[in-house]
């Protein structure tokens, strides 16, 4: 698959290493221009070209994964009607995101003030979009190893679209990850979004043989 990446930071830097290395290619794209990101596609190796934001979104996949307060701007300008989007952004309420308990504790409050999910505000801007929460639950530094040996950690996934979030699970599986279905945006979002009770906990698929 051909997956697009809006956003050009460690998420789209570890993501995007496995699905080349699973033999996917990539669009990566930034705020500032397709220019500024040769040394970023050079570093991911072949399977990675950058592109416009509007490029990136004419892919199979689309991955947002920008900072938080960077997301309305990021959307803009996009027709998201039947495309799958993958939010894997953390609401860090904070102009700077703040990954101290405080400040995690802090952008879990504002949400729940709204009374949404941080991926609900996420479709409402990208209108039309078969969202997927997916991707954000843990450090990127846990999932670095690129190798066939890797360990099997758990990506949760969650969304209301069950072919797109299907499609998901397919993509991310096929990476050596392992992706589990927690329902939907509201009730699955809402377990492992950031300072939610499956955030931040690090766990590994076993199989257990008879």
């Given amino acids: 698959m051909k997956i697009g990446f809006i956003g050009a930071g460690n998420v789209t830097r570890t993501i995007g290493r496995h699905l080349i290395t699973a033999g996917h290619s990539i669009v990566v794209s930034n705020s500032r221009g397709p220019e500024t ?7 991911l190796g072949p ?7 509007e490029q990136a979104a004419e892919c199979d996949v689309v991955i947002l994964a920008t900072h938080w307060p960077k997301v309305p701007e990021a959307l803009k300008g996009i027709d998201w009607r039947g495309r799958i989007l993958i939010d894997a952004t953390n609401a860090h309420m904070d102009p700077k995101p703040d990954i101290s308990l405080a400040g995690v504790t802090r952008s879990r409050a504002a949400l729940k003030a709204k009374g949404r999910t941080s991926s ?3 479709a409402e801007m990208a209108v039309g979009a078969r969202l ?6 843990m450090p990127m530094a846990w999932i670095q190893d690129f190798s066939p040996n890797k360990p099997r950690s ?5 969304g209301d679209d069950t072919e797109a979030k299907q ?12 992706a589990i279905d927690l329902g939907s945006l509201a009730t699955g979002g809402a377990m492992h979004e950031v300072g939610a009770p499956l955030s931040g906990v690090e766990f590994h698929f076993v199989r257990r043989l008879r």
């Fill in 132 to 137: 997927v929460k997916s991707i954000s639950n």
């Fill in 47 to 53: 399977g990675a070209v950058a592109g416009t934001r």
């Fill in 154 to 158: 758990v990506i949760f996934t969650s």
């Fill in 37 to 43: 990101l040769a040394d970023f596609v050079a570093d």
């Fill in 120 to 122: 609900e505000i996420v």
């Fill in 167 to 178: 499609q998901v699970i397919d993509l991310i599986n096929s990476t050596g990850l392992v």
